[in-house]
């Protein structure tokens, strides 16, 4: 038992390390990439980046339908986008934000209005997710359908981008570098995800909750290196844009998929306390975004904590179901 867990604590490290050397390196390339096409960074985080950064969901899906599993897909689709907003983008803020001179990001009001419109996005499409145990089969095609809308909607929006003076440009190696590196991103991340899986298993946790918490946040990790790095290389907008591209993203595409392929059973409890702090957390971003117009360390520090009461929460949940099945 000792030399599994030490074998999978070794997965997460080795797995860790060459995702974010991986993911620093898709950030300039896809920064470099977005001004050859001249997309503002809105667009390029919601579209692009957060398309490339949710690649191990997508692979997480295709393995949990593949193995009849379908439920450790769920928890890990809805997991990770309250990990993206709460985590990814609060580690982002709070850590970044110490390099920048105002100490805030202030959002003009063209960015605003994007951010928004895709808030707006997220939400709606929350609301059809809930009725998911009603009518999963049904629900599948629609969130397909809506991910094509969003794709539409994004590729059709009119973009802003200034001219810089950087002579690179994206060339046949650029784009070798990024597929390399990507390829890089997925496996790492598997191993990351396999070796916490493994990890849990040892410990006997259970698999809805491996899916929400563990699972999750092993995919979510390129999204919390791809949005720290974002912040570091003060690319702020890139770092939002990748964080809600990634939940509109996991919520139509990936979940569209699984819910039209998997027969599994659906966890209202669990579905009921994800789509919960997803409402909240999307929330909160309408506000600093919206009303205050501004993001700083505060709103990080705010993020951090939703998601910190998150865990406390699905944490209790998971103990008393273990503690009522031994009763």
Do not use: W
Request: charged content about 15%; some cysteine; glycine content about 6%.
């Amino acid at each position: 038992m000792v030399v599994s867990m030490l074998t999978a604590l070794v997965g997460i490290v080795i797995g860790i390390v060459i995702l974010v050397k991986s993911a620093d390196i898709i950030v300039d390339k896809i920064i470099l990439l977005g001004r050859e096409f001249k997309l503002n960074d809105v667009i390029l985080g919601t579209l692009l980046l957060s398309i490339t950064t949710s690649l191990p969901e997508l692979s997480i899906m295709s393995y949990s339908v593949l193995s009849n599993a379908g439920e450790v897909s769920l928890g890990d689709i809805l997991g990770s986008n309250i990990t993206n907003m709460g985590l990814a983008l609060g580690i982002a803020l709070t850590i970044g934000m110490a390099n920048i001179k105002n100490k805030r990001i202030i959002i003009r009001k063209k960015e605003m209005k994007d951010i928004l419109d895709y808030l707006v996005i997220s939400v709606v499409i929350i609301l059809i997710i809930l009725s998911l145990p009603l009518a999963q089969k049904i629900i599948g095609p629609i969130l397909i359908l809506f991910f094509i809308g969003y794709f539409m909607f994004s590729v059709q929006k009119k973009n802003d981008q200034q001219k810089t003076h950087d002579d690179e440009k994206f060339t046949i190696y650029s784009l070798a570098v990024l597929l390399i590196s990507l390829v890089l991103l997925i496996l790492s991340s598997k191993l990351c995800v396999d070796s916490a899986v493994s990890l849990s298993i040892i410990l006997g946790l259970e698999k809805s909750f491996i899916g929400a918490t563990i699972v999750a946040l092993g995919t979510s990790l390129p999204e919390i290196t791809v949005e720290l790095n974002t912040i570091k290389k003060k690319k702020y907008l890139l770092a939002l844009g990748d964080a809600i591209g990634s939940i509109i993203i996991n919520i139509t595409l990936v979940l569209g998929l699984l819910t039209t392929f998997s027969n599994m059973i659906i966890d209202i409890p669990m579905l009921f306390i994800l789509s919960l702090y997803t409402f909240i957390l999307i929330g909160e971003l309408y506000y600093f975004v919206g009303i205050k117009k501004q993001l700083d360390r505060y709103t990080g520090i705010i993020l951090l904590a939703t998601y910190v009461i998150y865990i406390i929460i699905l944490s209790s949940t998971q103990v008393i179901e273990i503690l009522y099945k031994t009763i």
